[in-house]
């Protein structure tokens, strides 16, 4: 079943989300529905935070870690997900978020992280992301935080997204 994105302003975007701490036929008819959603939609990745349910899982197109464009896409769900950083040279990437509307902008993150977490089976998922899809990896992680990435931005520029949602020029 498809579910509806939530938008900033939303709350609950800035909730932390709940350790999954065992895996019923709810997180697995949650996991189906992210991954529907987000097919649907294109992207990288997804949180459940995003749908509106605070449990750490993402989904994650494990393709892109390969660095091969034209890799099929290979969406895994991961569960409790955590990044190490392994190198935090910082490095900018120009990201935006299905949860953020017609927005995009820099964001300085560590270079080089590794994620860690276990797919529904309980199986160990490793995943290391250089670059853009370390800025991705870290993205996806910090919704199940609360945090989006223009909470990582300059205040100026921040306030001026905040001026442009505020007079309805986005719906
Ligand atoms: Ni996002």
Redesign the pocket.
């Given at each position: 079943m498809l579910r509806q994105i939530i938008q900033y302003p939303d709350p609950r975007l800035a909730q932390k989300s709940a350790p999954i701490e065992q895996v019923g036929e709810d997180i697995r008819i949650l996991a189906t529905d992210m991954l529907d959603t987000l097919k649907s939609i294109g992207g990288l990745?997804l949180?459940a935070s995003?749908i509106g349910v605070h449990k750490r899982l993402v989904i994650i197109d494990i393709a892109q870690s390969k660095e091969d464009p034209d890799a099929p896409q290979n969406f895994l769900p991961i569960l409790n997900p955590r990044i190490t950083v392994l190198d935090k040279t910082p490095h900018r990437e120009n990201e935006g978020?299905?949860?953020?509307s017609e927005f995009r902008a820099e964001v300085s993150r560590p270079r080089l992280v590794a994620l860690d977490g276990t797919d529904l089976d309980g199986n160990p998922v490793r995943l290391e992301g250089e670059g853009y899809y370390g800025a991705c990896l870290q993205?996806?992680i910090d919704?199940l935080d609360g945090v989006?990435?223009i909470d990582r931005i300059s205040y100026l520029k921040r306030s001026l997204y905040d001026k442009k949602l505020g007079k309805g020029k986005i719906k």
């Open positions: 990745g949180a995003q978020c299905l949860s953020v993205h996806e919704h989006l990435f």
